[in-house]
């Protein structure tokens, strides 16, 4: 069988090349700690569907208000800028990412809960390394980590072939390597690019799998492959054999099993609530 070329699959994805504006401007705010609270404002407000979850995120019991947060403005003050864009972008990506993947053998909502759920982590591992302030990134490359599968799936259900992300002793990268030449990591990185994300978004799609980083500036890289793994973890039984190695990939990555527990007991909560606070940098109480 011959092996598709990386380039031709990322350039066949058709409207998964390109993605809405407004998602495109609220990366480049994400990416801009100059950003005003305005600028958020009029990208939310052209999206029907963004306006509609930052109101409705901003009444969440979360915050305990006691007037109805009415509009995006008063949403901003309440939520901080980063926050808001950030959420704001999950739901512009919700229509990408919730996608069945037969080839993965993977239903629509398990790819969105995982995508969820690894933001979620890696924006508390994120925490634990020491770059709280970088939560929202952590938060941005969590949720798009596994996007290179979007662009192998099409190629996978046209040949047949159905890759199990577990149940096989070779891991999942190790599998497409022998099926493609090139894993999910490397097609996620590339159709990235494509999208015009900012480098240090890149590098965690391309690294999340990744256990060893050298050179500096690596927090953000380890705390997506934690969150990835934990996102993992949660559901599985950490006595078993896949349970113990994903404990062990977790402390070669420099984290206890603590931080399994405590996004365990995060998530224990309103998955709703649980985002708030995985891209809220001081969490409030609003009188």
Known sequence: MD?????????????????????????????????CAEEVKKTIERDPAMTANVLKLGNSAYYGVRREISNVRDALVLMGNRSVAALSFAT????????GLDGYGVSREEFWN?????????????????????????????????????????????????LETSGSELTLCEREYDRLGFDHCEAGALLAHEW???????????????????????ELLRAVAAGNILAEA?????????????????????FSNDL????????????????????????????
């Not at 240090?200 to 500036?217: M, S, V, W, Y």
């Open 3 to 35: 092996q598709p070329n990386i380039n031709e699959l990322v350039a066949s994805t058709g409207s998964l090349a390109t993605l809405p504006s407004t998602v495109i401007e609220l990366l480049a705010l994400l990416g801009d700690d100059t950003t």
């Open 92 to 99: 512009g990506m919700a229509p990408v990412l919730r996608k």
């Open 114 to 162: 995982h995508s969820l759920v690894s933001a979620a982590a890696s924006s508390e591992a994120a925490r634990c390394v020491g770059i709280p302030q970088l939560c929202c990134e952590a938060f941005t490359a969590g949720l798009v980590h596994d996007v290179g599968m979007l662009v192998i799936d099409p190629w996978l259900k046209q040949q047949g072939i159905i």
């Open 196 to 218: 015009g994300f900012p480098e240090n978004l890149i590098g965690p799609i391309a690294g999340h799998h990744e256990r060893h980083f050298d050179g500096k500036d690596t």
């Open 234 to 254: 949660l559901d599985s039984d950490m006595e078993s054999e896949s349970g113990m190695k994903m404990a062990e990939s977790l402390t070669e990555l420099g």
């Open 260 to 287: 399994l527990e405590k996004v365990r007991l995060d998530l224990d909560s309103n998955l709703e609530q649980t985002l708030i606070r995985a891209t809220s940098s001081s969490p409030q109480t609003v009188a």
